[in-house]
């Protein structure tokens, strides 16, 4: 294989965020007198943007448009002040970041996390490394698995899609790296399941980081 840039999902691939997103929606769902959920019952939660989060987590018949956009502004507000508090690097990205920009690897990312946020995260949790592109959805750039934002990508890098590896831990990752050509490959340590990456394309699985630098 001869890549020479990766596009990375963010949540549950380059940083575990399960804690604060599970403690920020259930601080929500406190304040609006609702049940909370187990923090680990959030894996299945995320993934599919914002909304669909907040939209898993309410109770069943909760469905008023207004009131869970109100949600979601709670959220993000939240989130915003407590993004760091629990957020690591998974173990063993902080080598393989090291070791691919050492081979002159592009790095991008691309998450469904909203556009403001990913930056956030980014810029504190992975400063150290250079990221070429950072997006999230925003007004005129739709959420995964549109091919939208990897295109963009693509075009911004001036790199040919079959250079690119995707590292995703969802199925809606594998989706949108099927959908531009690019390498789809599923990353275990994160939020779903072996079965779905499959199942979304993906051609490869790995349950470590320093699998990822072998295919370089």
Not at 79 to 94: K, M, N, R, W
Not at 145 to 164: H, M, T, V, W
Request: charged share 25%.
């Amino acid at each position: 294989m001869n890549f020479s840039a990766v596009l990375f999902d963010l949540d549950g691939t380059l940083i575990n965020t399960l804690g604060d997103i599970g403690n920020g929606v259930n601080a929500i769902l406190r304040k609006n007198g609702f049940p909370e959920h187990d923090i680990p019952t959030y894996k299945n939660f995320i993934g599919d943007g914002v909304r669909e989060l907040m939209s898993r987590a309410l109770p069943d018949g909760v469905v008023d448009e207004d009131f869970i956009t109100q949600c979601v502004a709670e959220f993000e507000t939240y989130y915003q002040a407590h993004y760091d508090v629990e957020t690591t690097l998974y173990p063993g990205i902080e080598d393989m970041l090291d070791h691919l920009a050492a081979k002159g690897v592009k790095f991008s990312v691309f998450s469904n996390k909203p556009y403001d946020l990913t930056h956030q995260c980014v810029k504190g949790i992975l400063g150290k490394w250079t990221f070429l592109e950072v997006l999230g959805p925003k007004e005129g750039i739709p959420k995964k698995p549109n091919p939208y934002g990897a295109k963009r990508i693509i075009e911004k890098l001036a790199i040919s899609p079959d250079q690119f590896l995707y590292l995703g831990d969802s199925g809606v990752d594998m989706k949108t790296a099927t959908s531009v050509g690019m390498y789809p490959v599923g990353a275990l340590w994160g939020f779903r399941t072996k079965e779905e990456l499959l199942a979304a394309g993906a051609k490869k699985t790995v349950t470590h980081p320093s699998e990822v630098v072998r295919l370089f």
